[in-house]
């Protein structure tokens, strides 16, 4: 079992940044993918960027060269830097893990961002 604990939401006017972590619990955190999805009002969650344990990394096209996800696995903390943020990023972030190994996945219970001015 593994638990995902998100922390680095919060409030910032359009232009500004935010750097999201998720710490996890448990063992062999450095074979996990981990990623972060969002969620906004009335849409369905998507996904923003992944990293796998090899340290490649995949964006969503909406968030490419304004977010940067990197993993410590000293720590067990994956984190999500977004600079140059939009309005339309205004969402609840979750922290995901997936073990790939057995195939489970596991989520975090999310951090709100919104972007306003």
């Known amino acids: 079992q593994v638990q995902l604990v998100e922390s680095g939401g919060g409030l910032v006017q359009p232009g500004g940044s935010l750097r999201l972590a998720c710490a996890a619990s448990g063992n062999f955190f450095s074979i996990y993918t981990m990623g972060w999805y969002r969620q906004a009002p009335g849409n369905q969650r998507e996904l923003v960027a992944t990293?796998?344990?090899?340290?490649?990394?995949n964006y969503a096209d909406s968030v490419k060269g304004r977010f940067t996800i990197s993993r410590d696995n000293a720590k067990n903390t994956v984190y999500l830097q977004m600079n140059s943020l939009k309005p339309q990023d205004t969402a609840v972030y979750y922290c995901h893990a997936h073990n790939p190994l057995f195939g489970v996945d596991f989520w975090g219970q999310g951090t709100q961002v919104t972007v306003s001015s």
């Open positions: 990293t796998t344990s090899g340290g490649s990394t």
